[in-house]
């Protein structure tokens, strides 16, 4: 079992920033795929970054340049530095871990607010 637990949502301005941290406690993979997804009211959830165990990164093409996904070297957290954050980056982000040990896991956190609004 897997528990992921977010941090660092909030509110801020149009143009401001924000880092939001996931931390992912129990049997941990070197291997495992690590990322961020957001829903917004009344829009499906979407995926906006991702990254493996290698360090490979994989962005929306709404947030390339403005968001970086990254993951310390335990490989336990994974964080996303939000830039020139827009109205319409305002979402629940969630924290996600994919893992592979004969069956496909899927964990997702609980969801930190991110609200971008002057």
């Known amino acids: 079992q897997v528990q992921l637990v977010e941090s660092g949502g909030g509110l801020v301005q149009p143009g401001g920033s924000l880092r939001l941290s996931c931390a992912a406690s129990g049997s941990i993979f070197s291997s495992d795929v690590m990322g961020w997804y957001r829903q917004a009211p009344g829009k499906e959830r979407e995926l906006v970054a991702s990254?493996?165990?290698?360090?490979?990164?994989n962005y929306a093409d709404s947030v390339k340049g403005r968001f970086t996904i990254s993951r310390d070297n335990a490989g336990n957290t994974v964080y996303l530095q939000m830039n020139s954050l827009k109205p319409e980056d305002t979402a629940v982000y969630y924290c996600n871990l994919r893992q592979l040990v004969g069956l496909l896991r899927v964990y997702w956190g609980q969801g930190t607010q991110v609200t971008v609004s002057s």
């Open positions: 990254i493996r165990g290698g360090g490979s990164t």
